[in-house]
């Protein structure tokens, strides 16, 4: 079965630079939420869209902006990068039909950026 | 969201059952209880969901009372590949929008030869 799909797997910057996430949903998926997970900690929701339009936002720097495309993948933009942000990013989709539904999220690999 | 409480560790033999609890005790009539497992440095999984009673897939089983306050996680014969973090999360239903999910402080069951 299709699966969640994260470019680029493995991401090296410096401080200051910007640096652009890629996440494509699993087919029909129309919500996709991001997620920073620090070293040794418990993943930070950041930001999800639904349908294209954001639905929700977490604990995302004003430094970092997201948006869901037409086809549905999303794009997770991060400028003036610190060494903070080091950190694994993961994308979830899931698809929220109009009825009673679940949370449950089909996560990807990951992002692992390293800013140095 | 409701907070969840889970212990921070959890150390098994192999071929052991293993119980996981979580608390949450401000849980709404609308939330669901999810578990995730995590492998280091791989995103989450889903492994089983419930509302109450008990549910039962191919991988674990959820044990809920009936006050939901509280929510089991039992693996049956666990083998090292089960050395993971295990998150309970708390989680309304959806009608046509989006959730968040939040998750909290997971348990790491560490699995010994």
């Known amino acids: 079965a299709a699966g969640v799909i994260q470019s680029p797997r493995h991401l090296i910057k410096e401080k200051r630079e910007t640096a652009t996430l890629k996440c494509y949903p699993i087919?029909?998926?129309?919500?996709v939420y991001w997620y920073q997970q620090g070293p040794g900690q418990d993943p930070q929701f950041l930001i999800s869209?639904?349908?294209?339009?954001?639905?929700d936002k977490g604990s995302i720097p004003d430094r970092f902006s997201a948006q869901q495309f037409s086809d549905y993948h999303s794009e997770l933009n991060m400028s003036s990068l610190e060494l903070g942000d080091s950190a694994l990013y993961f994308c979830?989709?899931?698809?929220?039909?109009?009825?009673?539904?679940?949370?449950?999220?089909?996560f990807g690999p990951g992002t692992r950026l390293t800013v140095l | 969201l409701a907070k969840t409480t889970q212990p921070i560790s959890m150390d098994s033999y192999e071929g052991q059952e293993v119980n996981i609890t979580c608390s949450h005790n401000?849980?709404?009539?609308?939330?669901?209880i999810t578990w995730y497992q995590q492998f280091p440095s791989q995103g989450p999984r889903f492994i089983i969901q419930?509302?109450?009673t008990k549910v039962t897939n191919e991988v674990a089983s959820l044990f809920i009372p009936a006050d939901r306050k509280s929510s089991t996680l039992s693996l049956p014969r666990v083998s090292l590949s089960d050395t993971a973090v295990y998150y309970c999360?708390?989680?309304?239903?959806?009608?046509?929008?989006?959730?968040?999910?939040?998750f909290g402080t997971g348990t790491k069951l560490q699995v010994i030869p």
């Open positions: 087919p029909r998926h129309d919500t």
């Open positions: 419930g509302y109450k």
């Open positions: 869209f639904y349908e294209k339009m954001q639905s």
């Open positions: 401000n849980i709404a009539t609308n939330d669901y």
């Open positions: 979830a989709s899931n698809y929220v039909v109009a009825g009673p539904s679940t949370d449950t999220q089909y």
């Open positions: 999360l708390v989680g309304p239903w959806v009608i046509g929008g989006y959730q968040k999910v939040t």
